[in-house]
């Protein structure tokens, strides 16, 4: 399963038949009471569900539903009688003392709680999507305690280890068949929690582990506080609103899709992520100690240090075999551990755990044990803590570029010492323990790759220092930033914020591979970008280097989703503060990559910073509207000026957009391939992006969205007319940043400019 960034409006599941009418607009169905297929039903005190009768898509069976009131086209979240439908309109859903019942025209009871209670039964139904049946004020069954497709708020699904009881999503058959499909999504009873996927018949897959935050390769909730509650007497995976004005739903599809919706202000359902099935999909595809990389052409290699267990079967593209030790272990000394910090996680219903150890702990455990693989912190928050340990065979890994934190793999040392670092990995030399999560490189190294900093290998440079290219023995080509001399900045303080910055890793991020320090020296190593920065290409006069329009907008794209990143689904939020066209750099295929997000100290300066000093992430979504209209007209906005309205580039795009000429922005090299419902879209999502105040500009999690669809956008504002100038020493909120949870807000810096 891969987490997408692709957000796009959800369409409607066909519901042709569900009544909207209701006889009178209480929440309730007293003792006696019928609410007949008639138009008859009941809505929570709050409007935001309702219970009825209704018929799925092309079908003209009956059923009895929950689905959203205030949502159209009206979704479906919960169904009674899944498995015993009516043929016709005669059916009746009443409360007795027997419980809650459906009877069809012949009186015969069809579906049931099987709840038997006083005089004073009542079913109600709750804001929440949960339909309940109190006696006496006491809850004696709720549907919440039997899911069907779709998990909301509040519900959960899980073992009750006393009771063995399993409670789990299945998926519907089809959009016309609500009945029990062949997709069911549930927590594993065994190990350390995560949550299956299965397919009768076919193979499973797999989500998790739990991390404190979230699960491996399950779609990020949002706004949502996620827990998986995990004792001696449950085990359950559940997610809370913190925000009332959003009811998400987590939906298992019929295609085993599983999607993720929040209601949107025009009162419907917006898809903001999926888990899909691809290649890596399927549980353990590449077998014991393989990693499959859906980048990739094959698409399963061995772990580092180990080899196919069955080459000749691995030449033919079959790899359930997997993969064994090219070194074997040998119990005791010599073994130390590598670090990997974009990998998904392996499976762990054999593991062991504890909660209270830090990882130093975590890897003396692991040293005790021969048999012990791999450790790592079992929870990522306040900087991580518990213990993980794997034994044995490591099962069903892939490659994720936005998992950051470190998975910590038992090598034979000679196997390390004798390995050059290679492009994402996580090592270190003779500090391993202490420099577990970055590569560090000896000054003779990058000395000998930069042919010893010579002019010719210069890049550039900025206010942090000179950049170099270099070349290192086994091909691999870094960008080196040499940060300058004069920074008072302490050799453990340095480290600690590389670290940090090196674990926020994402397709659209440059990634940090190491640094080196030597004395005074402070080095940086990038991936090298082949195409520079986006700032030589838009802004070529000649518009001869320009992209077209299509690849423009795919370099949008890339750079909001980088950006929420930073924002959203990273582990901290960071304000990057310095968002320009020449901090996105462009590698051969020319995909951006957002570069200098700990280093920054100038950039597009929004009102509220230019006014009180303050920045927020929505100072990011100023400077990205700035951005989006400089990549459509191709002129920077620092230094524009129009000699008629001596407007700004923002004030500019805020004429033409009132005058209904909003195409005349547009870099006139761009005409032959532009889209212009594309162009015209992208400069009302800049104008939006630099409103004057804060809160008036979208997130980028909502900007994102906007690039995605086609829906009608709400109409800016007058923006603010800054002349940008070179922008003041910041004042941070924080120089070394903890991990406190996902809604603080940190600012990282590297003082060496």
């Known amino acids: 399963m891969k987490k997408l960034n692709l957000l796009f409006q959800l369409h409607s599941p066909l519901l042709i038949s569900i009544f909207i009418t209701c006889a009178a607009a209480v929440d309730t169905i007293a003792l006696n009471q019928i609410i007949k297929d008639n138009g008859h039903t009941i809505v929570s005190a709050a409007g935001n569900f309702k219970l009825g009768f209704f018929s799925p898509g092309s079908s003209k069976n009956r059923y009895v539903g929950i689905w959203y009131n205030k949502i159209s086209p009206p979704t479906v979240v919960w169904v009674a009688n899944r498995e015993t439908p009516l043929n016709d309109t005669t059916g009746e859903l009443s409360v007795s003392r027997g419980g809650l019942q459906l009877r069809n025209g012949n009186n015969m009871v069809v579906w049931s709680t099987n709840s038997s209670g006083s005089f004073s039964l009542v079913a109600q139904l709750l804001d929440t999507g949960n339909l309940v049946l109190q006696d006496q004020g006491v809850f004696i ?41 062949p997709y069911t999504l549930r927590v594993d009873p065994n190990g350390y ?97 393989g990693v499959c990389n859906i980048s990739n052409v094959p698409s399963c290699k061995c772990l580092d240090g180990f080899e196919p267990r069955r080459p000749d079967e691995w030449n033919i593209a079959i790899w359930l075999s997997g993969c064994q030790r090219i070194k074997p272990l040998a119990c005791g000394h010599g073994v130390t551990f590598v670090g990997n910090a974009i990998l998904k996680f392996p499976n762990t219903n054999q593991s062991w755990y504890k909660q209270n150890m830090t990882l130093d702990e975590c890897q003396a455990e692991c040293r005790k044990n021969c048999s012990c693989t791999a450790y790592a912190n079992s929870d990522v928050r306040h900087g991580g803590s518990g213990c993980l340990l794997w034994y044995n065979d490591l099962m069903d890994i892939r490659v994720d570029d936005e998992q950051t934190q470190p998975l910590y793999i038992r090598m034979p040392a000679s196997e390390l010492t004798s390995r050059v670092p290679s492009r994402g990995e996580i090592c270190s030399n003779e500090s391993a323990k202490e420099d577990a999560d970055l590569s560090s490189y000896r000054l003779t190294t990058i000395a000998k790759s930069t ?21 290192l023995e086994d091909g691999q080509e870094i960008a080196v930033k040499r940060l300058s001399e004069t920074s008072r900045q ?114 597009y300066i929004p009102p509220e910073y230019a006014l009180h000093g303050f920045f927020s992430i929505k100072s990011d979504v100023y400077s990205f509207g700035v951005l989006l209209l400089e990549i459509v007209s191709g002129k920077k906005n620092r230094g524009y000026s129009e000699d008629e309205y001596n407007n700004t580039l923002i004030g500019h795009a805020w004429r033409l957009y009132k005058e209904g000429k909003s195409l005349e922005l547009m870099n006139s090299s761009l005409g032959s391939s532009c889209v212009e419902s594309q162009v015209l879209r992208s400069i009302h999502i800049g104008l939006l992006c630099v409103q004057h105040h804060a809160e008036d500009r979208p997130t980028m999690s909502s900007v994102v969205l906007m690039l995605g669809n086609e829906n009608a956008l709400p109409s800016p504002k007058e923006p ?26 940190t600012i990282t810096r590297l003082q060496a400019r």
Request: proline share 6%; charged share 20%; aromatic share 10%.
């Open 193 to 289: 929690p995560q949550l299956f996927e299965t397919k009768d018949p076919g193979l499973p897959s797999r989500f998790g582990p739990w991390n404190g935050v979230t699960l491996n390769g399950m779609p990020d909730l949002g706004v949502n506080s996620t827990q998986f509650v995990y004792n001696e007497k449950e085990k359950y995976y559940v997610y809370n609103l913190v925000n009332n004005s959003l009811v998400p739903r987590m939906h298992l599809k019929p295609d085993g899709t599983i999607a993720l919706y929040q209601i949107n202000r025009s009162q419907s359902l917006t898809l903001i992520s999926t888990a899909t099935n691809d290649i890596c999909a399927p549980y353990s595809i590449c077998g014991p100690n």
């Open 141 to 181: 069954w709720q549907s919440f305690d039997y899911p069907r497709d779709t998990l909301l708020p509040g519900m959960r699904i899980g073992i009750d280890l006393i009771e063995r009881k399993d409670t789990y999503l299945t998926s519907w058959n089809s959009d016309d068949d609500p009945s029990a499909g």
């Open 451 to 471: 042919n010893n900093f010579s002019l010719d290998n210069k890049l550039g440079e900025g206010g942090f220092g000179p950049v170099y290219k270099g070349v």
């Open 490 to 603: 302490g050799l453990d303080e340095f480290k600690n914020e590389v670290k940090f910055i090196a674990k926020l890793q994402h397709r659209n991020l440059v990634k940090l591979l190491g640094y080196c320090t030597q004395g005074n020296e402070r080095m940086l190593i990038y991936e090298y970008m082949e195409n520079k920065s986006l700032d030589s290409f838009i802004f070529d006069a000649s518009g001869s280097s320009m992209p077209d329009w299509p690849r423009l907008f795919q370099i949008i794209h890339g750079i909001a989703r980088g950006l929420l990143y930073l924002h959203h689904d990273s582990r901290l939020r960071i304000i990057h503060r310095d968002l320009k066209a020449s901090n996105i750099l462009l590698d051969k295929d020319l995909n951006p990559k957002i570069s200098d997000f700990g280093l920054a100290r100038s950039g």
């Open 720 to 745: 603010a007319f800054f002349v940008e100038e070179e922008m003041p020493q910041l004042r941070f909120v924080s120089s070394v940043p903890s991990v406190d949870s996902v809604d603080e807000v």
